[in-house]
């Protein structure tokens, strides 16, 4: 007789065998859900990641770095959800030096997003910061920024807080993961990341 377990484990082994399996593919919408699916099983069933884990960081590495937007946001939450997870440590030290260049490069704002900031500090230089604009912000996964109560209403912590759901973008995921990843690993994180802020901050026009 099949027990609920083994039950369970069947169909969670074959489920990632057929998601390795699309890793090949080159449609981004099937990539982008890859890299979703690896999210949500790294959040409820990380057990069958762990025997592929160096495989899986690898393939996310690298959608960290594909042309779709949308492929990367997903690839992105990996890492925020790994950075949650207590093997993030031992399992990503020896990425790091690949993965930090990746995320730093990716939070350079674009020529259209240096000309759009400008216009919005001329015109908000006058107005003074309201309370939610000044207070800090400490990251929440965009799965559960975009929870709701049984009632259907947003939380009360997250009403004015417009930028955790409408205005979360690649530039904003790269620097989040950065930031959870200094909680994870600290003065750790500095070899890597401090040559690249250097050459940022001094040698940019």
């Known amino acids: 007789?099949?027990?609920?377990?083994?039950?369970?484990?069947?169909?969670?082994?074959s489920f990632t065998e057929t998601l390795f399996a699309l890793t090949g593919d080159k449609e981004p919408e099937v990539l982008k859900n890859v890299c979703l699916a690896l999210v949500m099983l790294l959040k409820v069933q990380?057990?069958?990641?762990?025997?592929h884990m160096h495989g899986i960081v690898e393939y996310i590495l690298q959608?960290?770095?594909?042309?779709?937007?949308?492929?990367t946001l997903e690839a992105c939450e990996f890492w925020l959800t790994l950075a949650e997870q207590?093997?993030?440590?031992?399992?990503?030290v020896r990425y790091l030096p690949k993965l930090i260049p990746v995320l730093v490069n990716g939070m350079n704002y674009s020529d259209i997003d240096t000309i759009l900031?400008?216009?919005?500090?001329?015109?908000?230089?006058?107005?003074?910061d309201s309370e939610q604009h000044i207070r800090p912000h400490f990251h929440r996964s965009r799965?559960?920024?975009?929870?709701?109560?049984?009632?259907?209403?947003?939380?009360?912590?997250?009403?004015?807080?417009?930028?955790t759901i409408s205005d979360w973008n690649l530039r904003k995921c790269f620097a989040t993961?950065?930031?959870v990843l200094a909680n994870v690993y600290h003065d750790e994180l500095l070899p890597c990341?401090?040559?690249?802020?250097?050459?940022?901050?001094?040698?940019?026009e």
């Open 63 to 71: 959608r960290t770095q594909d042309q779709g937007e949308n492929v």
């Open 177 to 179: 993961a950065i930031g």
């Open 86 to 92: 207590p093997l993030c440590k031992n399992v990503l």
């Open 117 to 128: 900031l400008k216009d919005d500090v001329e015109e908000d230089e006058m107005i003074p």
């Open 46 to 51: 990380m057990d069958c990641l762990l025997p």
């Open 143 to 163: 799965t559960v920024a975009e929870q709701r109560d049984e009632d259907g209403n947003e939380d009360e912590d997250n009403v004015d807080d417009d930028d």
């Open 193 to 204: 990341i401090l040559p690249l802020l250097k050459e940022l901050l001094f040698n940019h």
């Open 1 to 13: 007789m099949l027990h609920v377990d083994s039950f369970t484990v069947f169909h969670t082994d």
